[in-house]
Each structure stands twice: as structure tokens, then as C-alpha cells.
């Protein structure tokens, strides 16, 4: 299957600082990428919907401010977690949509630590 | 409330048992439904899916799933199970003109004894 990564895998910062995360599809262009957040043994929640050159989506109860997401080329999509607050700490998770095959395909995720 | 359910956060099988996990659906139409599987330090991984057609599906590594409309089921089974299959598994549905989102279950932990 096609190959998504993410980087980094996992980053500790202290509170107030921003922490950006990229996603990456490595042998397919993506349209559309996903962001999720997902809380230890909880399931993945969608947060916003990353389409390539436009304006993500957001889900009802994510800050676009506090999570900017960036959608600049077809295989990369980055998320910027600014003013990190020890709250923010959990695991980010994105996907890529591969048009072709019609198929999401998942990064590895990135654990993040709010100090 | 439309949603993904796993009645079964975890479940402990002996190695060469069979498996059945559940996932019950709660919406109007019948979604896209999907099985992926999540290891420590990968990816989630795509197992099987159902859109239309033959109700039973066959997946990756052994697995299948049977999709019943009347029970709004789609568990995921297999018929012997290894230590290496101990991870976490996630239902998930997309709902039709959902716009490609994936709505998960909430997961069921799945630990092998040997």
C-alpha cells in the first residue's frame, strides 16, 4: 500500500511554544489529507479536513486558531499547534486520501508532550 | 445520536482461537464501513471494507468481515489468531456523501495469550 509519513514522531515542548507536525504522501499526490487527535486508549476524532490549496475544514469544536493547518502541495500537509498548553499534549494522527484508488492511508502519528 | 460502536473495549483470546470483534452501526442509510487495525508505532492499517455487494468480505491477513443490514452489524472475524494479530481495532463507517470522513468506533484492544 502507499506510504505516508509524519514528522516528528514525537516532540515535547514547553507550554506557550508552537509545535509543527508534517504529513506526507510519499509515492502518491493527496487532494485531501486528514488530521486526527487521538487520546490515550480513546478513539481517533476527526479534526479538520486539509484539501490542497484552500482553506481546511474544521470540526465543530476545534479552534482554527489554535491549530493551523496548511495544505500547500499535493504530498504535504502540515498542522501547527500554537501556544501549546499542556492540554494539547495527545497523539496526532494524519491521513492521506489516494484519489486513484480511492483509499485513506494513515501516517504513523505524532506523540506530542505539552511541558 | 448517529454513531460507530464497539461493545467490546478489550478482549483476550488464546492463540489459535477463533475471533469475532463487533462494530454496530447507528444511521439512517448504510455506510461505507471499514475495519483498520492500529499497532504500536505504525500506521492504521487498512483490513477490509464494504461498500455494496457480497455481504461477507474478505480482508488481509486472515481476516473477514460479515456485513448484516437487518442487525446494522459489520463484525470482523477470523478463524485463528496469532500472537503478532495483538493490537487495536477500530470500526469505522463513512457515511455516503459524507465527504470521505472517517467516523471510528471506539476501538476494542485485542491481547493474544499463548
Known amino acids: 500500500g502507499a506510504v505516508v509519513s509524519q514528522h516528528p514522531s514525537r516532540v515535547i515542548c514547553k507550554s506557550g511554544t508552537s509545535v509543527k507536525i508534517e504529513c506526507r504522501s510519499l509515492?502518491?499526490?493527496?487532494?485531501?489529507m486528514f488530521w486526527y487527535r487521538q487520546f490515550p486508549k480513546q478513539s481517533l476524532m476527526l479534526m479538520a479536513t486539509?484539501?490542497?490549496?484552500?482553506?481546511?475544514?474544521?470540526e465543530q469544536g476545534v479552534e482554527k486558531d489554535k491549530f493551523l493547518i496548511n495544505h500547500a502541495s499535493l504530498t504535504l500537509s502540515t498542522l501547527t499547534v500554537t501556544s501549546a498548553h499542556p492540554e494539547d499534549s495527545s497523539f496526532y494522527i494524519c491521513?492521506?486520501?489516494?484519489?486513484?484508488?480511492?483509499?485513506?492511508?494513515f501516517g504513523p502519528g505524532t506523540r506530542l508532550t505539552v511541558l | 445520536a448517529q454513531s460507530v460502536t464497539q461493545p467490546d473495549i478489550h478482549i483476550t483470546v488464546s492463540e489459535g482461537a477463533s475471533l469475532e470483534l463487533r462494530c454496530n452501526y447507528s444511521?439512517?442509510?448504510?455506510?461505507?464501513l471499514f475495519w483498520y487495525v492500529q499497532s504500536p508505532g505504525q500506521g492504521l492499517q487498512l483490513l477490509l471494507k464494504?461498500?455494496?455487494?457480497?455481504?461477507l468480505v474478505q480482508g488481509i491477513k486472515g481476516f473477514e468481515a460479515e456485513f448484516k443490514r437487518s442487525q446494522s452489524s459489520f463484525n470482523l472475524r477470523k478463524p485463528s489468531v496469532h500472537w503478532s494479530d495483538a493490537a487495536e481495532y477500530f470500526c469505522?463507517?463513512?457515511?455516503?456523501?459524507?465527504?470521505?470522513?472517517?467516523?471510528f468506533g471506539t476501538g476494542t484492544q485485542l491481547k493474544v495469550e499463548l
Open positions: 491521513s492521506a486520501r489516494d484519489p486513484l484508488h480511492n483509499e485513506q492511508f
Open positions: 509515492d502518491f499526490q493527496a487532494t485531501t
Open positions: 486539509s484539501n490542497e490549496g484552500s482553506k481546511a475544514t474544521y
Open positions: 444511521y439512517g442509510a448504510t455506510p461505507y
Open positions: 464494504y461498500f455494496s455487494g457480497d455481504t
Open positions: 469505522a463507517v463513512i457515511l455516503t456523501g459524507g465527504g470521505n470522513k472517517l467516523t
